[in-house]
């Protein structure tokens, strides 16, 4: 009875003990990998303040013909070299908007918002607080028309870079072997052409008459090509970052077990392999971003990117210093392209460093 008596006492404290353990369980609340790399990335002051500005500076950029700028085309012989002033320009002349804002070289959405922008505010604009330049044009409206190509080519560039990167580094990876030789001595071989020797011979090529014709049949603008030429020459170091991460992990248990049940290569490399090194291609792409900004405002300083009437921030850098002379020097004119250039390329990186040190698994719950 007293032995009955006892083991019927065990039981009941094993029970006590497991609903105790339970109960501490319930009470405890997991977190995801994504939720725990925000709490992280929250506490990095220099990060969030780069990720609130990034996304203001896109915001405007995408609203850009909704807000009251003057256009960013229209020639005042007398307001040529005017300094920064917060006096109130002229009136709009509702004749030539359709050519001051290059209506015929904008998207529907784009027409929508300036439709909405002269219903709302009519002929009134902002003064020039940036100035004008050598033609009279306000900086201050081509500074938000230039964000929306610069931020444009990093973008759009950058996503061509990582679909071919990403593809080409994970498949060489796991296939190893010979396959993975020559795809990275062909990387290797690509590494040693200069940059801006390819994309001089790119966009040479694609300029001739009957292949912009051509492309242009297919609603392929020039800006289009040159988004496209400079994500293509950007790939490279993507793809051997990439393949360093799948060799790591093409042996581990759950590609073994994706193997067992018949899965394919493809299927592996994509549905299985590709999302674990997100967090590292993630990172690479926000340091990709500024570099593909800076690398198109260098073309465009060579006459080599951007061409008029298009603009961008690397293209109002290059005629600011066209401008200046010994004997006068339009500050204006280099000071507030530059300046729009340097603080989004730091907060960039900021955000590009903050986002490495969130993702890293090695920090995880610290």
Known sequence: ?????GNRTKGEHELERYAALWEEARAIRGTSLGRDAWRRLRRQRAAMAS???????????????????QP????DSDRIFMPPTFSRPAAL?????DADFGRKDLDLVSRAL???????????SLPSICGTDELGRDLFSRLFWGARVSLAVGVVATLVSLVIGVSYGATAGYLGGRID????????????????????????????DSIRTWLESWHIDRITIFYLVVGAIYWLTMSRVVRGQIISLKNEQFVEAARTIGASQRRIIFFH??????????????????????????????????????????????QGFNVITPIKIYWWLVVFPGLALALTLYALNFLGDGLRDALDPRLKNR
């Open 181 to 208: 030789n020559f795809m990275m001595r062909l990387v290797d071989i690509l590494y040693s052409v200069p940059f801006i020797c390819v994309v001089i011979l790119l966009v040479s090529i694609l300029s001739e």
């Open 114 to 124: 300036l439709d909405a922008r002269l219903a709302l505010f009519g002929g009134w």
């Open 72 to 75: 960013p085309r229209r020639v």
């Open 273 to 318: 392999l590709v999302p674990n090194v997100l967090s590292v291609v993630i990172v690479y792409l926000t340091l990709t971003i500024p570099s593909v900004m800076l690398f198109e405002a260098f073309l465009s300083f060579l006459g080599l990117g951007v061409q008029a009437p298009d603009v961008s921030w690397g293209l109002l850098v290059n």
């Open 51 to 69: 990720l609130v500005a990034l996304c203001v500076v896109t915001v405007l950029a995408l609203i850009t013909p909704l807000l009251p700028l």
């Open 93 to 97: 002349d509702l004749d030539k908007l």
């Open 1 to 5: 009875m007293n032995r009955t008596t």
